[in-house]
Nanobody, 125 residues
């Protein structure tokens, strides 16, 4: 079992920044990957970024490349997603997810076994 708790969402103006956190507990942290996904109303859940817990290699979707950065702090069992230069189209509920079958992240939501409750990000113009 893996428990994931997100925090850090909120309302910011366009161009602003947020840092989302995903605190993990339960199963050994070095043996699975973490992904961040987002879902806007009426849209499917889409991949944002992912990181291998063991080696710390992060990957980012093209839509957020250069603006968002995923990182992890093993000592705190926490993965972060830094959101810079936010745009109105970034508004969504953001979820972190754990993929326990592999240490490498994928862009496919169904590859992940455990999900957090989600955190809202809203961007005003």
């Amino acid at each position: 079992q893996v428990q994931l708790v997100e925090s850090g969402g909120g309302l910011v103006q366009a161009g602003g920044s947020l840092r989302l956190s995903c605190a993990a507990s339960g199963r050994t942290f070095s043996r699975y990957a973490i992904g961040w996904f987002r879902q806007a109303p009426g849209n499917e859940r889409e991949f944002v970024a992912g990181i291998s817990w063991g080696c710390g290699i992060g990957v980012h979707a093209d839509a957020v490349q250069g603006r968002f950065t995923i990182s992890r702090d093993n000592a705190k069992n926490t993965v972060y997603l830094r959101l810079n230069n936010l745009k109105p189209e970034d508004k969504a509920v953001y979820y972190c997810a754990a993929r326990t079958s592999s240490t490498l992240p994928t862009v496919v939501a169904s590859d992940y076994d455990y999900w957090g409750q989600g955190v809202q990000v809203a961007v005003s113009t």
